[in-house]
């Protein structure tokens, strides 16, 4: 595995702990955008090295980033960035329904004005956007932002757990999936419009509308590969 420079961590003023995150953050974006692909190796001293840090964070975070999906552990190989299965992938999917589902009906009623602001702005950037990368991750993070206020920790947890693995699917679909970016722009704007209305019903119906029907074409995609 090759490493892009990235300016050291300075170990004197991270703790164990946020070195940890600090180590993974970097790995989950550069997964994220593609910069390491599928079945690239991550090793640990290389990691440890370019970054600036012991082993000890970098094997911390990379259990970190397998236990999120984004890694597996290969008895030859190490961490390796794993590739998910049709059916992993549209499981994944129907959990972020019902998790984000659970989190809307939390968040819309004590939206803020703040969490309103920052959505409306990463739509905009989206909108902006002519790289399918920055596309996918401005995304994630619009999904997010919606359900911040909720001050479910857990489930917020989860969500973002689950739209990490879901992102890397996502900046291969809407360069494949004619009309996928400009459908979920769409979304993004009435989700916008229902969160600021407070409206939890409607913005529960256009999430199970918006993950469907990337479900639905997952599965469409799955079942068109397995006719004989």
């Known amino acids: 595995m090759t490493m892009s420079a990235t300016a050291p961590l300075n170990p004197e003023t991270l703790g164990a702990v946020s070195a940890e995150g600090s180590v993974a953050e970097i790995l989950r974006r550069r997964i994220l955008s593609g910069r390491l692909g599928v079945g690239a190796r991550l090793r640990q001293t290389d990691i440890a ?3 600036g840090v012991s082993t000890t964070p970098v094997r911390e975070a990379l259990r970190s980033l397998t236990a999120e999906g984004l890694l597996e552990i290969d008895t030859n190989r190490g961490a390796v960035i794993r590739k998910l299965s049709d059916d992993e992938l549209i499981e994944v999917l129907e ?13 819309v009623p004590v939206m803020t004005e703040a969490a309103l602001n920052q959505a409306a702005f990463l739509h905009q950037r989206m909108l902006d956007s002519d790289d399918g990368t920055e596309w996918a991750l401005l995304n994630r993070d619009f999904h997010l932002t919606l359900a911040a206020p909720s001050g479910r920790t857990r489930t917020q947890r989860a969500l973002r757990e689950l739209l990490n693995v879901s992102t890397i699917q996502l900046r291969q679909d809407i360069e494949d999936w004619e009309g996928r970016r400009a459908q979920g722009e769409r979304d993004h704007a009435r989700f916008i419009e229902v969160a600021r209305s407070g409206d939890v019903e409607a913005a529960v119906i256009l999430i199970e509308a918006h993950t469907g029907a990337a479900i639905q074409h997952r599965l469409e995609l799955r079942d068109s590969v397995n006719v004989v």
Request: hydrophobic share 45%.
């Open 95 to 107: 959990l972020q329904v019902l998790i984000e589902s659970a989190s809307l009906r939390s968040s």
């Open 49 to 51: 090295q370019e970054l």
